[in-house]
């Protein structure tokens, strides 16, 4: 069982930055793959990065390649998601989840969700 807090949603202009943290709780944080996706108001959830369990792979969304960047630290059971040049359109619930096989863009893979944090990028 893994239980994920996100954290470090919140409000900026567009060009802005910030970066989200999603807290792993359990010993076996290192043996998921994690990824990030996102949610915004009547939309389907959509995928927006992904790391493998060693942190040594990781796949973007083409929507974020280049502005985005997804990176963990397993000492600390953490991931994080830097979203730099951040745009009105990246407004969405942004959620972690993990994922007991190999790192995925697609939702039905992953086995464990957090509660989202908001991001809102004003224009």
């Known amino acids: 069982q893994v239980q994920l807090v996100e954290s470090g949603g919140g409000l900026v202009q567009a060009g802005g930055s910030l970066r989200l943290s999603c807290a792993a709780s359990?010993?076996?944080?290192?043996?998921?793959?994690m990824g990030w996706f996102r949610q915004a108001p009547g939309k389907e959830r959509e995928f927006v990065a992904a790391?493998?369990?060693?942190?040594?792979?990781?796949y973007y969304a083409d929507s974020v390649k280049g502005r985005f960047t997804i990176s963990r630290d397993n000492a600390k059971n953490t991931v994080y998601l830097q979203m730099n040049s951040l745009k009105p359109e990246d407004t969405a619930v942004y959620y972690c989840?993990?994922?007991?096989?190999?790192?995925?863009?697609?939702?039905?893979?992953?086995?464990?969700w957090g509660q989202g944090t908001q991001v809102t990028v004003s224009s």
């Open positions: 359990g010993r076996t944080f290192s043996s998921y793959a």
């Open positions: 790391i493998s369990w060693s942190g040594g792979s990781t």
């Open positions: 989840a993990a994922d007991s096989g190999k790192y995925s863009d697609l939702r039905y893979e992953y086995d464990y």
